[in-house]
């Protein structure tokens, strides 16, 4: 597709269930990173691939987060046992090389925000 | 880490008026700084971008100056549009991160009255 694309827009959930969250990149980038943004902040790190393997995903807050890209396009990020603190836009970016692209541009979607009650 | 501390919102001024966001940073290095920007039901997409020390960016009539003697990276704009109505983000790599990996400020609401 034209830009990257984030499904679903909004989910909303409770407390204590699985959920997943999908990302489809740019046809061709390399690099896929997902970000949380709660209500008022900016957005946070969580995890990056460069290609199929997750090159760092120091930024996952617990063991209950997790995210896979198994053929080196399309990411899911897994989220078992969600809590309300949970609660936030979920972003995923992608760029065509590790450092950001040429430009250092990372193109992001518009966000798949979970509700967690 | 590396990190920003963003002006904090909202901002609300009149269409023609003067535009300034203030951010500064706390960096190892003189690493890339960046401007994000996010209009209503829009991702978030780069506004403007500046390299190294004295450098400055400039997009859509928007300009930031790269300033390592005041650690500082803010954003003008001479004379604001409603479409410029938006949510703007400074940011800057994580330490030893790759480019990608950004630090972001917690965003200024900027609303623009006709």
């Known amino acids: 597709g034209a830009g990257v694309s984030q499904t679903p827009s909004n989910k909303v959930t409770e407390k204590g269930k699985y959920v997943e969250l999908r990302c489809d990149p740019i046809s061709g980038h390399t690099a896929l990173y997902w970000y949380r943004q709660s209500l008022g902040q900016g957005p946070e790190f969580l995890i990056y691939f460069q290609g199929t393997g997750a090159a760092d995903d120091s930024g996952l807050p617990n063991d209950r987060f997790f995210a896979v890209r198994p053929e080196g396009s399309v990411s899911t990020l897994k989220i078992q046992r969600t809590e309300r603190g949970d609660s936030a836009v979920y972003l995923c970016?992608?760029?065509?090389?590790?450092?950001?692209?040429?430009?250092?541009?990372?193109?992001f979607g518009e966000g798949s925000r979970l509700t967690v009650l | 880490g590396n990190s920003v501390t963003q002006m904090e919102g909202p901002v609300t001024l009149s269409e023609e008026a003067f535009l300034t966001i203030n951010c500064t940073y706390t960096a190892t290095g003189y690493p890339s700084l960046f401007w994000y920007v996010q209009y209503p039901g829009e991702g978030l997409q780069l506004l403007l971008k500046?390299?190294?020390?004295?450098d400055k960016g400039s997009n859509k009539g928007f300009e930031a100056t790269y300033r390592k003697e005041t650690t500082s990276f803010h954003l003008e704009k001479g004379s604001v549009q409603v479409s410029d109505s938006a949510v703007y983000f400074c940011a800057l790599p994580d330490r030893g991160s790759t480019l990608g990996r950004l630090y972001f400020g917690r965003g200024t609401q900027l609303t623009v009255w006709p």
């Open positions: 500046a390299t190294k020390a004295d």
């Open positions: 970016a992608s760029s065509l090389i590790a450092t950001g692209g040429p430009g250092g541009e990372l193109f």
